[in-house]
C-alpha cells in the first residue's frame, strides 16, 4: 500500500517537473524564437537534472514508462496523412526511394566517421 | 450543452479506440517479435482504414484526440531524461561527437532536400523530407515552422525509422563500422526511437550512444535547419 503511494507521489512529482520545464521552455521560446519551446524545455529539464534541482532517482521510473509509451501520442499527426492521399498517390514512390537512400547515407557518413576517429585514437 | 457533452464522448471514444489498438499492437509486436508490427504504424494504418470505411472526417478525429497531441511537448521535455544519463559518460568524447553529428546532420538535411527539389519540386515535401531522420515529436515542432507538410514528415520518420533498424546493424559492420558506439551513434541519427529500440537489445553501450545521438542530432538540427532550408530555398 505504502509503494503504490509512492509510486503515485513520484508520478505526480515527475509530472509537476515536466510541467515547470514545459512552461518555463515556453517562456524562453517566447523572449528568444530560435528554438521550438519543447527543445528549450528539454535543455531545461536535463540542466535541471544535472544540478540537482529535481531528484532524478524519484523520477526516472515514471520518465522511462511515459518514453516507451509516447509513440501513441503521434498517431493522430500521422493518421494526417489521410488529406495528402493523392500527393502519396503521386510521390509515394519518391518519397520511398529519398527516404531510403538518404537515410543510409546519414548513416553511413556517422558511422564511418566516429569509426575514423576511433580508429586514429589507437 | 448537448454539443459539449457529445464532443466529450467523442473524445473519450477516439481517445480509448486510438491507445487500445496501440497497446494490442506493441503486445503482438512483443510476443511475435516481429518488427514490423510498429505499433505507431498498425494504429495509424488502423486510423485511416476505419475513418474512411466509417466516413468519418479527419477533422473530427483530430480535434477528438487534442488531448494525444497535446502531450507532444512533454514528450519531448522528457527526452531530457536519457540526456542527463548520458552526460557523464561520454565527458571526454563530447566534442567528437557533436562535431561528427553536426557534419552527419547538415549532410542529411543538404542531400534530402536538394534531392526532393530535384525529383519532386515540392517545397513543402522536400521540409518534410529534410527533417525524417528526427524523432518524431521535434520534427513535427520545426516542420510546422517552416511551413512543411507535418503528415508526410510522420510517415518518412517511421519509414527511416524502419529502414535503419532493420538493415542498419548489417549494413554498419559490411562497411567495416565495427565499433559498439559508432554503430550508436549512426543507427540513433539516422533512425531515432525505432532504431534506438531495436538495437538497445545488442549491448548497454549501443544503447547509450544511440539515445544520445538521437537527441543531440535533433538539437543540432533544430537550430540549423531554418537557416539551411531558407538558404536552399533560394538556390532552388
Redesign the interface.
Known sequence: MTLLKNNIINALYSALA??I??LL?RATAYLLP??????Y??????LA??FRVFN?ER??SS??W??KH???????????????LD??KQ?GI???L??????????????????Q??NSKE | MDVSISQLLYSVLAISA??SV?QLAAVLQNKLDAIWLQ??LV??VA??TI??WQDIA?NQ??NS?WG??A??????????????QH?EKVKKQWK??VL??F???L??IV??FL??ML??A?YS?AVA?SL??VT???A???VE?LNG????T???I???GF??AII?PK??IF?????P???G???G???H?IGTTTISNISYEHAAFSSL?L?VS??IT??ISPFIISFLALLV
Request: charge should be neutral; include cysteine.
Open positions: 515536466l510541467l520545464c514545459v521552455g530560435l528554438l521550438p519551446s519543447s527543445l524545455g528539454l535543455i531545461i529539464f536535463t537534472l544535472h532524478a523520477i526516472k520518465v522511462v511515459s518514453i509516447m509513440g501513441v501520442c503521434f498517431v493522430p499527426a500521422g493518421v494526417g496523412i489521410i488529406n495528402h500527393l502519396v510521390h519518391a518519397i520511398i529519398i527516404t531510403f537512400s538518404t537515410t543510409f547515407l546519414l548513416l553511413s557518413a556517422v558511422g564511418f566517421l566516429y569509426q576517429y576511433e | 486510438t491507445v496501440y505499433p505507431m494504429t495509424i486510423t485511416i475513418l474512411i479527419f478525429y483530430f484526440t494525444l497531441n502531450l507532444l511537448e512533454p514528450a519531448v521535455v522528457a527526452l531530457g531524461f536519457p540526456l542527463y552526460l567528437s561527437i561528427v553529428l557534419l552527419g546532420t549532410f542529411a542531400s534530402s534531392i526532393t525529383l519532386v515540392d515535401i523530407l525524417k531522420s518524431t515529436p521535434i513535427i515542432a520545426i515552422q507538410n507535418v503528415a508526410i510522420a510517415f518518412a517511421i519509414l527511416a529502414f535503419g542498419g549494413w554498419l562497411i567495416k563500422v565495427t565499433s558506439k559508432a554503430q551513434l549512426a543507427i541519427s539516422a533512425s526511437a545521438a537527441i535533433a538539437v533544430a537550430i
